[in-house]
């Protein structure tokens, strides 16, 4: 059973598309994040969100947008994709909404944008 | 600079070795969280801590809250242990939202060699 999943696993796609990247979690933790991993492999929070807060990394373009259409799912919606935004996206999960949780990664989507 | 600095970047060891990864950061913390990035691109939370020492396996994991410091063991390495380390803090910021976010090292390669 996979306990965090991410669809799809490679994404390669034109400048100026929409896309999205689905993330499901199985659980139960009540928090679902979204990191971008660059060429350099640093890994940056894009997103925290449980079922009462959004907290946005204020570097994020607003171009990129997360959804949650339930507590297991956390789905990021990006506009007008730029060459920039290749990278790999990672999504995780833990228990809790702060404090020291471990986090639960995603297997990660490799975006391309040409 | 970074709140979260790691050395070595690139650390390149013998079958049986013990390796040290460092790990110090600049701001108040209330976790630290050490990840390993296998060569495939999934990303598996080794520890995450607050003080003193945790032991998993061939791997340990050390804090020193006064210093800003931490340290990740591995005791025999082996071959299948090569895969990039990232350490990631949880900032203790009371007065912000960002606090329930991580911020990552750039990681460290490492390789072990047969």
């Known amino acids: 059973d996979t306990a965090v999943s991410q669809t799809p696993k490679y994404l390669v796609t034109q400048m100026g598309n929409d896309k999205s990247i689905k993330c499901e979690q199985n659980?139960?933790?009540?928090?679902m994040y979204w990191y971008k991993q660059d060429s350099k492999k640093f890994l940056k929070i894009m997103f925290s969100?449980?079922?009462?807060?959004?907290?946005i990394n204020e570097t994020v373009p607003n171009r990129f947008s997360p959804k949650s259409p339930d507590k297991a799912h956390l789905n990021l919606h990006i506009n007008s994709l730029e060459l920039g935004d290749s990278a790999v996206y990672f999504c995780?999960?833990?228990?809790?909404?702060?404090?020291?949780?471990?986090?639960?990664f995603g297997p990660g989507t490799r975006l391309l944008v040409l | 600079k970074n709140e979260v600095e790691q050395s070595p970047q690139n650390l390149t060891a013998q079958e049986g070795e013990f390796i040290t990864i460092n790990c110090s950061y600049s701001?108040?913390?209330?976790?630290l969280h050490w990840l390993q990035q296998h060569p495939g691109g999934g990303i598996v939370s080794l520890f995450m801590?607050?003080?003193g020492k945790k032991k998993h396996g061939r791997l340990i994991a050390t804090i020193n809250i006064q210093e800003k410091h931490s340290s990740l063991h591995i005791t025999a390495s082996h071959p299948r242990d090569s895969a990039v380390y990232i350490c990631?803090?949880?900032?203790?910021?009371?007065?912000?939202?960002?606090?329930?976010?991580?911020?990552f090292g750039s990681g460290t390669q490492l390789t072990v060699l047969p």
């Open positions: 801590l607050s003080s």
């Open positions: 701001v108040g913390i209330s976790a």
């Open positions: 995780a999960s833990s228990q809790g909404t702060g404090g020291g949780e471990t986090q639960y």
């Open positions: 659980l139960g933790h009540d928090t």
């Open positions: 969100y449980n079922n009462k807060e959004l907290i």
């Open positions: 990631a803090v949880r900032r203790l910021l009371i007065s912000s939202g960002s606090a329930r976010q991580l911020t």
